[in-house]
């Protein structure tokens, strides 16, 4: 079963800033949060993942709370080609661990 | 450079028969993973393959096998086809040894009749 709780659906205004909220409450210490997205009909993509600290890259950045039960994935400015299903997974940061998907959040952005 | 690509796109079949989905990993990935996502679920882990061997499995019946080639491509194959294993079809690869983040193909959308 997934070990993250995040809310079924969110909406935001295009331009605005989209925050994903994930909770997970039983993360052990040797755990990353990673997210993935999923737009209609297509394969799921990487957007960013970590441990403990704050994570920026190109595409979005991730605020873990400092006892890391909770997270938050920050769209700055969304478009409509951000509107997607949202995955918050933790997994050990070790090559061949299988991700475990939940049902994630669904994004719609809107003009 | 190609990303993971696979084949067929679309596939129907009837209730019974087997099916064989394909996987091509992205070029530099030694690791192939397969998932099956139902409709309005999240993608569920089949197994994994690294080394032309199954390396992990998830809660699926023996009825889903998998192969991976030298060449690193995958093969899923499914045997006594039921209604229920009407789904999406993912494959993702990755750099065992690199430990980078999965690249997931568009998938095949498998549907049982």
């Known amino acids: 079963d997934a070990k993250t709780t995040q809310p079924p659906s969110m909406d935001c205004a295009e331009g605005r800033a989209a925050n994903l909220p994930c909770n997970h409450s039983t993360i052990s210490g040797n755990e990353y949060v990673y997210w993935y997205r999923q737009i209609h009909s297509q394969g799921p993509q990487y957007i960013i993942h970590g441990l403990k600290n704050n994570e920026t890259n190109e595409m979005a950045s991730l605020i873990i709370t400092e006892d890391r039960k909770s997270s938050t994935l920050i769209l700055p400015h969304a478009t409509l080609r951000d509107t997607a299903v949202y995955y918050c997974?933790?997994?050990?940061?070790?090559?061949?661990?299988?991700?475990?998907f939940g049902k994630g959040t669904t994004l719609s952005v809107s003009s | 450079d190609a990303g993971v690509t696979q084949s067929p796109t679309h596939l129907i079949k009837t209730r019974g028969q087997q099916v064989t989905l394909r996987c091509s990993p992205k070029s530099g990935h030694d690791t192939v993973s397969w998932y099956q996502q139902a409709l309005g679920q999240g993608p569920q882990f089949i197994f994994q393959?690294?080394?032309?061997?199954?390396?992990q499995r998830g809660n699926f019946p023996d009825r889903f096998s998998g192969h991976q080639f030298p060449n690193y491509s995958s093969e899923l194959n499914v045997n006594a086809l039921l209604l229920g294993d009407s789904a999406l079809y993912l494959c993702a690869s990755f750099d065992q040894g690199a430990n980078t983040e999965a690249f997931f193909g568009q998938g095949t959308r498998l549907t049982v009749v």
């Open positions: 997974i933790v997994r050990v940061d070790q090559a061949g661990t299988a991700l475990i």
């Open positions: 393959y690294y080394e032309e061997e199954e390396r």
